[in-house]
């Protein structure tokens, strides 16, 4: 069963625009939300990650949102450019991201961002 | 920089072969995962391995074992090896947050 739901599949914007990536989880032990970034070739890199007890965590041109509640959470790209053309995964893990470091992944959402 | 490496970027096999795998990280991180990832489905969790000749089953391991005899070296087997298979395969490992090798496409004829 896919424990996190991620949304869209793929994503087109223009440049200078906003890029809007939401995820929906159902474990509540979930304590521990990254998104990862895949260029073409390469392995994923973490990118941001926020943990519960946070609504939002801003890291230059990307923001993750959280909603507890709505067991939801969404990834905000400011200002996109060319270079943010990627796959992004959302994650998610029950151990604080810190003992395993297991973790599950959404499906995954291909962005394009045109010039 | 971490660094993960993974033996082969490109691997082609033929249905019911025997496949090796080869992850190797340059860290001393005590985990190690292997990923599936299929478009649409993300990456799937096939095994991992918190410690040397320890492991885990992920959330899909069937038709996989692994091996982990030294603490830097995890290698995923597929025994016999079917089309089904074929897939991008992501090695990675961490002390907490995940670093992740280039992936191996196979493709199982």
């Known amino acids: 069963q896919q424990q996190v739901k991620q949304s869209p599949q793929s994503l087109i914007v223009q440049k200078g625009g906003i890029s809007i990536i939401n995820c929906a989880y159902e474990n509540t032990a979930f304590d521990y939300f990254p998104w990862y970034q895949q260029f073409p070739g390469k392995g994923p890199a973490l990118l941001i990650a926020?943990?519960?007890?946070?609504s939002e965590k801003k890291e230059g041109r990307f923001t993750i949102s959280f909603n507890k509640s709505a067991k939801q959470f969404s990834l905000h790209i400011m200002d996109s450019q060319p270079g943010d053309s990627a796959t992004y995964f959302c994650?998610?893990?029950?151990?604080?991201?810190?003992?395993?470091?297991?973790?599950?992944f959404g499906q995954g959402t291909i962005l394009t961002v045109h010039p | 920089d971490v660094k993960v490496t993974q033996s082969s970027r490109y691997l082609v096999k033929r249905t019911g072969e025997k496949v090796f795998l080869e992850c190797v990280q340059d860290?001393?991180?005590?985990?190690m995962f292997w990923y599936r990832q299929d478009p649409g489905l993300g990456l799937r969790l096939i095994y991992f391995s918190y410690d040397v000749k320890m492991k885990e089953k992920g959330d899909i391991p069937e038709g996989y074992s692994v091996s982990r005899e030294k603490k830097e070296r995890f290698s995923l087997i597929l025994e016999s090896a079917s089309t089904n298979q074929t897939s991008m395969y992501l090695c990675a490992s961490s002390p907490s947050r995940q670093f992740f090798g280039p992936g191996t496409r196979l493709t199982v004829l």
């Open positions: 994650a998610a893990s029950k151990d604080g991201g810190t003992s395993y470091g297991k973790l599950t």
């Open positions: 926020i943990r519960p007890d946070v």
């Open positions: 860290m001393d991180h005590e985990n």
